[in-house]
Every structure is written in C-alpha cells, then in structure tokens.
C-alpha cells in the first residue's frame, strides 16, 4: 500500500533554509507579489508591500524586492492580498462531496483550509473510514486537517457501523494530519462525569492538542463543568448572551453560519477588538445549493464586513485566530516564515477571490481550480472498499413491513418534523387499520416510515408513522441518516418502500425515489452511503432532480430528504426512529408504537 | 537518583473529573473564593463573582456557589482576583540565586509562573547543568520552564565550560518542562544562513515548541529573514517603530523591564486592544536590588497601569498572552479548568498581591512564602556535582600574569567600559613600564585586568588593561563573566589579582575584593560559580559588602562587579577580554595588545 504524505506535512528545513535566503537577498525568489495592500490579520492593518514567495513560504512581506529578485514577479496593481481562509469546522459530508471535490468548489472562493470532523463517515465506517478521509483529506487543493469524530456511535439506541473508543481515537491522534478531537456532542455525559467521556475530553491534554465543544444552551454550573473537562471550543451558540458567557469560561467562539443554523447576524456583535483574537468563522454544515451560491467560509466574511466589521477583523476571524486556536504551525497570516496561503482580491470591502495560492503554488484564478488534483484520490488504493459497498442489507421481503395494528384500538405514536428545524414532535392518533396492519393514510397526511440497519450488523428494522410530509403515493428513500446512517425510507406504499429501499442496496447508498413499483429518481452516494464521486455541481443538480420527483409524489416540504435524514436522529427531541425502533429522546428510551392506556 | 516530577506535571485525569463533579455541584469545592472581583484577561473586564477550586484546578469562575459547597470558604469583600502573572523570559542567574530562593522573592508578590533561560548555568556546566536547572525548577514554590539555551558558547573566541549542539538540544527538548528553544542571539547566524544555526531554529518545528529571538535593531529584509526562520519571539527592541516592525512580522512582541536595559515606557504605546493577544512582559536580567526593590514582572504591571493601561489588560500581558504564546495548556486565566494560580489584591490600579495560590495552594499571604520548600532542591542528588565544584584553576604565578612592555614603545589598547552601558571602548594610550613589564598606574586610572579560563580545559590566560574603574590599590575579581564564566580580575597589584583568583578557586566561584595580600570581602557563589545558596536578601547585603569593599579600594562605578562581568562579552562593541586574548569585536578577531604601527 502506498505511502500517502499527508497534506499538512510540515516544513523542510531546506525549505526554510530557502525562504531565509530570498529574504536575506542571496536567491531569488519563486514568486513576487508586488504592489499589494497586504492585510495584515496580526496587527489589524492594510499595508503596501511585496510579498516574496521561496517555495511553499513566505519569505518576506513588506519589505521592498526587486524585480529582478525573484523568477516570477506579478504587479498586484494596488489589490488586496490576504491569508487563505480557514474554515474552523465542518462536516464535510453535508456537501455530498469528496474532499477534492468540496475543495474544488471553495478553494477558488479563498478557502484554501479547513477543519474536517468527519462524524458521518465515522459512524459508517469507522476507523478505517476515518483513515480514508485523512488520505482523500492529503489529495485535495486545500489543506485539510481532520478533528476525530468522539461520539461513534452518538447513543445506545442506534445502531452505527462502527464504535469508536477511547484508544481508537488515541491511536490516530499523533497523526500530523490529525488536529484533535472533533466536537464532543455528549455534553450531558461530560457534565455528568461520565468516565468513558471524560477520557475522551482528556486525550487533548495526554497530546497535546485541542477538543472541540459543541454545547448549545449550556450557562452557569453546567458551562463550567464542561469546560473544565478541557473542552476548548463550542460552535452552537444561538444566542448573544450564551456566546459571551463561553467567551468568558475560556472557549474559542465559533460563530457559525450552515445551511440550517444561521448565527452569525445574531452573535457578530462580540466581534470586537477586545475579543479579537477568540472568535473564528465556521460552516459546520452546507448544502451543496448554499456552497455553491453563497459559498463556505468565505460568505461569513463577506457577511460581517457587509454588517460593518473591519475587513482585516473580518479575514482575521476566518484565517490567524482559528490557526492560533489550533496550533497550526505557520498558518494564518501573510508574514515571514508563513504558508504562503494567499488570496488576491480587488475589494477591500467585498473579498471576491481572484487570485489563490496555497503553499506557495497558484491553485485557482477567476473562480476556477488552476490545479490538477485526483477527484477520487484515495479511492484507487486497497482502504478504499472500507468506505465502499457499504450499504450491507438484509433480506426484506414485504412480510418485514407489517405492522399489526393495535389491540383494543389505542392510539399510536406519529413522528410530525418541525418545519425549518429538525426537531420533531409526537404527535398520538388513531391508525388507519386495513387487513389488521396498520397502514399509510395519504388523505390523512401519514405516511409508513421505516429504518433499516444497513452496516450488516443484524438487520434489525424499525417501523413507525410520520406526518406532514405531504406524500401521497410511492416512496422516498436515503442511507443519510443521522448519525447512524441506517436506512430511512417514508412512502405510502410498502412495495415501493421496498423497492426504493432495495435501490439502495444496489447503488452502495443515495437518495431514491420510487413510485408504482419503479425507481424514478436517485442519486447514488457510493461513499459510505454518504458522498458522490461527482463534482458539486453535478451533484446539486441531481439533488434538485430527485428533490422535483418526490415533490410529484406529493411531498411538500422544501428539502425532503434533509427532513428524513434527521427522522432517525435519537439525540434532538421529541419522536424518532431508528433501527432498534421509535426512541422518547426525552426519555432516552425505546418506546413502543401503540401508546399504553394509562 | 529520585526521579523528580517537573513542576510542570501537566494535570491527571482524576483531577480534571473532580473539577468537573465540583462545578456540576457533585463534589464540594476544596476552596471557595466568593465575593471576588474576577478579573477575566480573555475579555478584558473584571465581573463580580466566585472561584471555587478543585484540587490543583479551577472547577468554576463566575457563577454561584454556596459556602455549604466548600471545605474552605474565603469571603474576599469585593477585592480584586486575577490569575497568576507569568514572566516571559529571564535569566534567574542575574538574581544570584537559586531558582527556589527566587521564587521565593517573587511568588509572594503574585508571579507563579516563569520561562527561564538558563544561559548562563549552561555556558558552565553544558547539559549536567540544565538537567540541574530542571529538577532545581522543579522544586521551586512556583511554575519555572526551561527554554533551552541556544547560543553555547556565544562565539569561538572565548572558552566556555560546555558547548551544545542540536543534537544536544533536541533530546532536552521533549522533557515536559522544556518549553522550547531560548532566545537565538546569533541573528547574524541566522540571516546569514548558517546551517548549524538554523538547524536550531528548526527545533521549533520538529518538536512543535517554541524558538524564543533575540534581534536588537534588525529591520526590513533582515528581520524578515530572522523570522521566517522559525523564530517566534523578540525582546531586544527599544525603539517603538522597531517593535511596531516585529508585531507586522509575526513576531510575539516580549516589552522587557530589566535592571539595566529598561524598554517598558518606549513600547507601551503599542498596548493597545488592537495587538493585546500579542505582546507579554518580562523582566530578562534583574540584579537582587531591583528584585527586592521593585520586584519582578509585577512591576512591569503596576508600571503600565500607572501610565494608563486598563488593569485587565497589563495582567493580560503578564498571563494570558504569554500563556498562549507558549502553548501552556490550562494556564493563564481564572477560567474553569484553569490551575489555580491566582493572586488576590485589593486595589485594581495597583496590583499589590495579598494572598497568591499556585495549583490550588495557598502559597504566599502579605508578601510572605506560607509554602515550604528546599532552597537547596536539587543539590543533594548526583547531579548537583555538576554545578558545583565549577572553578577549576590551573596552577597560578605571578609570573603567567606578567605583560612584557612592546618593542618600540608602540601604543597598546586599552578597555574603556561605558558609563551605564553594556557597550566600551577601545583606547590607545602608551602603557606604563617597570622593569620591561607593563603595569597598572592608578594615577592615570589604568588597571590591570586578567582573564583566566576556570572550566579545567586548558587555564589559558587573557592580559589587558582597562581603564575608567577608579580603583586604586587592590583586586577585585569574580567568576560572572558573560557569557562564558571564567575568571574576571581587574587590579593595580598583581598579587592582589592573584589572591583573589585564587579565593575564587576555594569558594567556587563567587566575587572577591583582595588588598595588601588579603581577602577583604567576598560574596561565594557556589553554584556553577553563578548562584548563591541563601536567600535573595541575605545575598543583596553581602553584595552591598563586596561593591562597598570595592569602593574602598578607589572604584568609583555603581555596580563594579557587573561591569566587570561585562569586559568579557566577546559580542558587544568594542574591546573585551576573554582567555583567547584581546578581542575586537567589530572584527570578530583576536588582537595583540600592542598596536601595530601602521
């Protein structure tokens, strides 16, 4: 098996060596970038300058060089030049992408690194996905790091594909490649004193790198109590006062701006010089749409200095603050001895990348990849079938749909999602009965709702009701699943449940939409059940294909399949489904579908 | 041998689970400090609130807690509580004492934390040395890391006791109480691109620790190179737009407050909120007087609040910044998780410290140490032989001190120190004669000076002379002698000269006034011939004895001793001495005593 460098190698000292002889004037420079307004994110200014590129560094910035200095010089005329941008954390699977693939969507955009908590590939795959994505992570146009994802699975009311535990997450964290811990979700088993968590929350002190938080609502005792397990960070603050009261407790704020979750108008008021330096931009999660309209972290920063912060506060945040956070080694900034990681833009005001080098090497220009790079990096060598054929079903035959229906005609238990969230609630009816089995009602707006372990554990099947999705016939079907990544399929008809969930099986995980019997839309994501292997806009546009068919189906709600694949997620109140069946997230418990007469 | 814990013993699993049980409200608080004015140096304001503390740890800081939540509760009446300062850089070998004894000084005035770069321990007894620095630090009543010295010996015109290359460095560098690489004097090295020295340099990336610099007066190009060789730090500057240039470049800005170099008043403008992640204090050199009188980096606080810095952010720059700068895990705010290093005190605009935890303990109260420790930590082991025993004499007569007069009555050079600097002059002047030999002449304030090489490797002898001391019968001599620590003697009698190097050779070290043939005043230094054993105050009288002594033979300059520690400093313009002879240092060579006629 080849060796794979990673992305993230660290400097030579004959690189070093070379960036401090171009900066002494004993050899020319690769590339010299004159007549900048460089942005200067440490001190908070925009100055004139050259800067002169030795290799993959900076060697100097600021200074004057000469022309004949340097092998390639290119007259900025007056444009401004920044530090590539780091986006702090995401999930890089909600893009439906392969690393290369996201990175050939962001890094013309000045995205030129970005924190990856691969949490659903994880939950699929397990390690041996993990090493997979810190492979793909070292082929992509960016630099990648990854953060190991810490709640594999996330409860014991799923079933994932893998379970990560302490010693996994020890093993791989020495790995350059490997920045942390990503975010530990089980904030309540930290604030409890849960010994298995509270090990994973200290793998950051034994090696000495950070845990990122994720907290939402959490104040006063509490707060404390999970920060002092060593947590550094936390990205889901919603509210002004809960992000001040973590800046206060010691975090790194990250004010995040996804698809679903929008913070940044509410929290960009504590973006002032006096927190300067601890609050950094993240995406966490974004639709392919939104990459490809708004972009990733590059939106935040055109967002804030749009509502009026300083562009050199702004950049800051999404680039020095968040390498310092992290300890990245030589990242962050435009100074001597850094990355050279550098976006050229004309609007001070509007940050619109033209020109983007990474390491020192031109990778985008006007928007489009000037690099060439593997789209399927690492998919070629043997580790790649560890996140391939992954959708392992069992044998389904109708009979393994049936519900019986209730005796003595109680009421059962309904999923019904929130409109633009992904909470759910309970909601208790009377199930339309036919031939003893509890049945889709399409005039009553309940559809059959079914979850199928797909990691080829023990084919356990889930089945219960959900409403408000407006579907009327057919089926719709995916493998995302949060954060399981089970099979979740919601449809009137059980056949075409079958037969849209059967697609599944043969398309190795997507999305499917079927109808009378017949698949009539997919999208196939073969990695892990989870990624294309296309390119994002191939990608969006197939989405909005099988997003077209399930509206003719009847559904109703604007992202159908985002909308199920959180119908199995056990940790966000009230009502879901998973493998082991309908879960009480409230009471942390598998309840049964017909409620009780009490 | 004992294995010795460092100070630095990063926290125990345990440890942090207790904090956690103590903030969730499962555990009681060992101690509770309620009715605090916390100052928070991460968002610069000062909050009502309490600190309750968990072993070594802060469990919680701000929210409530009952006294019924704590075994000890401390009402602190709305006075102030901050963390603990921390001092950037300095040699504890300007203190004349032990590391203990020096904690001991200034922990009770609120500093619990501090990088030392033994420098000069080193240039005597090499890696023997720092392991002795190591596990002396380690028994100190406060926080000490060791940056590992990087310049030894300074130059190859003088004879140190050690020499440590990377090699030698790089296997101290990954002791959890070495925080990286100190202070890189030799920036000519660097610029120049000297393969050994950035071989150095490039420590800090291969370890991932910190390279401390050192860059008087470098600008443009040049510093542009010096950084982007990896340095990450500078405290030499004393000019505000020479600083202003190492902010741009990257650089962590250290405003040094010494006995004798003293850069506070010049760079404090550059504290402002914009840069306040980005500049610490430190203290550098500080002879026992100023320690006693001023203290240490707490006077730089008060300093900087009374010129008008907000109190929040003059501690910031002794804690936090200097925290982050490091990389020291948990330290350097009152945050949960946070060691327990605090300082209470009354007035916001003062910082005078009342009671001072370190790790939880209450380790000073009134400017009183409440902690005991061994002031001799570290020398009853093996490895204290290292240190001690260092003066080793070849086999002294007058006759290895006479000066044949030059042929021809050429003029000789002559050493001229400059008034309050470090820097002295070369003068020429026809030298007096007796008997073929060239002597001292009091009446023209001409002394002799000696160099003799102390280390057992060869006891070369360097003769000169040096003029401007006063001194007008007598010796006076001393074993400090940067930077590499051999015997220093200036007289107008050679006997004396040799009684008081010879005095030297039984105590070890130390400074000596001799006359008539006799020892009149001695201060033993018996540690490396560089540090006392007994307290800082006990060792400022005997100091005041030895300058007095000297006074009484005629010499005439505040501090003699420390200007004649200085005459051998081969890297300061002009003239020096050291046991290769007469060095002009502008031309890096060394040069006859007699000036060749032209």
Sequence with gaps: MPQHDSTQATVTQQ???????????????????????????????????????????????????NDSEAITSVDLEGRALSPGLIDGHLHIESSLVTPAAYAEAVAPRGVTSLIWDPHEIANV??????????????????????????????????????????????RLLDNPAVIGVGELMSYPAVIAGDR????????????????????????????????????????????????????????FLMIREGSATRN???????????????????TDDRLPTDLLREGGVDDLVRK??????????????????????FGLARRGAVAPGYFADLVVFSDLEGFRALDVYRNGELIARNGVLQTRFDPQSGDADAAASAVMNSVKLPDLTIEHL???????????????????????????????VRDGSIIADPDRDIARLVCVERHGKHGRIGVGLVTGLGIRRGAIAGTVAHDHHNVLAAGISDHDILTAVRRLGELGGGFVVAADGTVIAELALPIAGLLSQRPLAEVESLMRDVDRAAAGLGVSIPAPFMTLSFLGLPVIPELRLTDHGLVDVCAGAVVPLAVEPS
């Design 196 to 251: 298995a968590t509270l090990a994973k929350a200290f793998l950051g002190d034994r090696h000495r790198k950070v845990v990122d938080g994720h907290c939402p609502g959490i104040t006063g005792r509490a707060l404390n109590a999970y920060f002092a397990s060593g947590v550094g960070s936390d990205h889901e603050s919603t509210e002004l006062e809960e992000a001040r009261e973590k800046l206060r407790a010691g975090a």
């Design 402 to 432: 049936r519900t019986p229906a209730p005796v003595k005609e109680s009421e059962v238990r309904c999923i019904q999602p929130v409109a633009n969230q992904i909470l759910t609630r309970e909601v208790r009816l009377k199930p339309t």
């Design 304 to 325: 804030a200095i749009t509502a009026g912060v300083a562009p050199e506060l702004a950049i800051r945040a999404a680039s020095w603050n968040t390498a310092r956070y």
């Design 15 to 65: 690189q070093v060596a070379r960036a401090v002889a171009v900066a002494a004037g004993r050899e020319p420079a690769d590339l010299l970038l004159r007549n900048a307004r460089i942005v200067n994110v440490i001190t908070m200014e925009t100055c004139p300058g050259s800067v002169a590129v030795a290799g993959p560094l900076i060697a100097g910035a600021g200074p004057a060089f």
């Design 264 to 282: 940044l108008a509410a929290l960009l008021p504590l973006l002032t010089p006096a927190t300067a330096d601890r609050i950094g931009f993240v």
């Design 125 to 170: 795959s397990g390690d041996a996905g993990l090493q997979w994505c810190i492979r793909s992570a070292s082929g992509a146009p960016m630099n990648i790091w990854i953060g190991l994802p810490s709640c594999v699975p996330s409860t014991t009311l799923e079933t994932a594909g893998a379970v990560l535990g302490v010693d996994e997450l020890a």
